[in-house]
C-alpha cells in the first residue's frame, strides 16, 4: 500500500470568517516544523499563495470554471479538480477552499467516487470548517461539515474553528444561537472538535495584513511595518508583545491541526 498521506482541508461558503488567515498560520507552523507540506489553493484570488514564504509547494486551481470550456467539452466539469486530487495523492497536503467552494468540491468528491481512490492511495482526511461570531457564518459552519461528512464519512476528522475576528464580546451572545449549540452538542459526543482563536488586537497585524504580510513576515520586516503604522518606540513594542502573545496562543489552539506526529518521528529519523 502506498505511504499514508493526510489531507487537510480548510473550508466553509461563507467569505470572512478567516479561512485563508487559518490556512496560513497552519502553513507557517508546518514550515517552522520543517515539514514538508503541499499547499492547493482554490481560489481566484490566489490570498493564501500571495503571503507564503518563497519555496512553498503551491498549486493553485481556478474557482471557476470557462463556461466556454463546459460548453466545447461536457466532460470538463468531472475534471476539474483532477489537480487537487494529484496533490493529495502525492503528499501531505492543505487545502484552503475559496468562498463557496466547499459545496462544489465535495460534490465533486462524490460524484466522482473520488472516496474509494483516495482508500487505495491511503489518504486520510481532516475537514476544518471556520465560523467567526455571527449567525450566518455559524450555521455555515455546521452546513459545511455535513456537507464534508457526506462525502467524508465517518473515518475523516471534523474540526470547527471558532474564529473572533474583531474585538469584543466574541461567541458568548451566540451561546443561545442554535447552529452554535449544535457546534457544542457535537463537540461533546466527539463528532467534531472546536478550536478557538483569540482576536489579534495589535496595529502591526493590521497594516502588515495590507502589506501582504504574513506574522512571520512582519516580524521581519519590523521597522517598515511600524513607519507604516506610525507607531513610536514604545507603542511599536506594546504591539509586537500582542503580535508575538497571540502568535503564541494561536499556535498552541490548532495544535491539533500541526503535525502528523508518526511521519514527522520517521523523516526525522531519516
Known sequence: MPAKKTCTIIGSNKGGVGKTMISLLVSLLYAKAQYPLTIIEIDNEKKLSSMLPAGTNVISVDATQNIETIIEDRF???????????????????TDLGANMTTALFNWFSYCEIGEMAAEDNIDFRFVACASPDDQALKSAVDAVDTAHRALGNAAEYFVILNQTSDGAGFKPYELNPSFVELKKRAANGSVQLIEIPYCASRLNEFGRAMKLNPIQIIERLDEV???????????????????TWLNNAAEALGPLQIVEER???AAAG
Request: glycine share 4%.
Open 76 to 94: 470538463a466539469s468531472e475534471t476539474h479538480f483532477n489537480k487537487v486530487y494529484n496533490g493529495w495523492q502525492n503528499s501531505d497536503s492543505l
Open 226 to 244: 511600524v513607519e507604516r503604522a506610525g507607531l513610536d518606540q514604545v507603542a511599536a513594542r506594546v504591539h509586537k508583545k500582542k503580535l508575538m
Open 264 to 266: 514527522v518521528q520517521v
